[in-house]
């Protein structure tokens, strides 16, 4: 019996590390097309941006993109900065353009500017804290690039998003558990059950009382055929003690 405990804790613990490993690729998989959904919305609000503030740029009337830039990010929800070739702030929806140095040399500036599409995370010196980043160009008829549009959001606001799917993904892995271990346990029992009767059975032979009605639900299995020969066995001890008498 302590055998079959042992292999019913191994199953259970084999089923649990695969259920545990499958919760945890899930998870990934789903945070990745969740930052993915993220950075393609980050990507469409640029490319809307600057179909927007295409005209006053290339006018460069300045004071209304920096008055501008605000409105616009309050209503599609991100941070926006509006970024000149040499690096120079025109406008930002977070923080006053004038006091912001320049981003030249930003990651996702050089990359939008070289590959037409850049992005990054990193930690903002600005607003004190780690964000996305997506970056397009802005050119003009001739192709020439005269601005970069910058598109954020925090990483927090990600994971923030992200939790509630998260812990409903790590609320249905306990759940898938629990019902392993009573399907173990139920299976375990399923098997432990008729070979208590068998032993029960065996130590009554062993006693000497050989006219024992062996019940048999299952004549085709492994646990029906040892009863069919206690059965028999009995049958025959009977026959030769009384032989013997």
Do not use: C
Not at 6 to 31: C, D, P, W, Y
Not at 166 to 178: A, N, P, Q
């Amino acid at each position: 019996m302590k055998t079959l405990w042992k292999q019913f804790l191994l199953n259970f613990l084999i089923i649990s590390l695969v259920l545990f490993l499958f919760t945890i690729f899930i998870i990934s998989e789903l945070k990745k097309y969740d930052e993915s959904l993220t950075e393609e919305r980050l990507f469409t609000g640029a490319n809307l941006l600057r179909e927007i503030l295409k005209t006053p740029i290339a006018e460069g009337k300045n004071e209304e993109i920096r008055s501008l830039v605000p409105e616009l990010g309050k209503k599609i929800g991100v941070r926006i900065t509006v970024i000149a070739k040499d690096g120079v702030v025109i406008g930002d929806s977070e923080h006053d353009p004038a006091t912001m140095e320049n981003h030249a040399g930003r990651p996702e500036v050089i990359e939008a500017i070289s590959k037409g599409i850049g992005k990054s995370r990193r930690y903002s010196i600005t607003l004190k804290k780690d964000l996305l980043y997506v970056a397009v160009p802005l050119k003009d008829e001739r192709g020439e690039i005269k601005a970069i549009v910058r598109t954020a959001l925090p990483l927090s606001f990600i994971e923030k998003a992200f939790s509630s799917i998260k812990s409903k993904i790590i609320y249905i892995g306990l759940i898938l558990t629990l019902f392993a271990f009573l399907l173990s346990l139920g299976s375990s029992r399923a098997i432990t059950k008729p070979l208590d009767k068998i032993i029960a059975v065996s130590e009554e032979i062993a006693k000497g009382s050989f006219n024992i009605n062996i019940p048999i639900s299952d004549k085709k299995g492994e646990i029906g055929k040892v009863n069919l020969a206690l059965g028999r066995m009995a049958e025959k001890l009977d026959e030769l003690f009384k032989e013997v008498s």
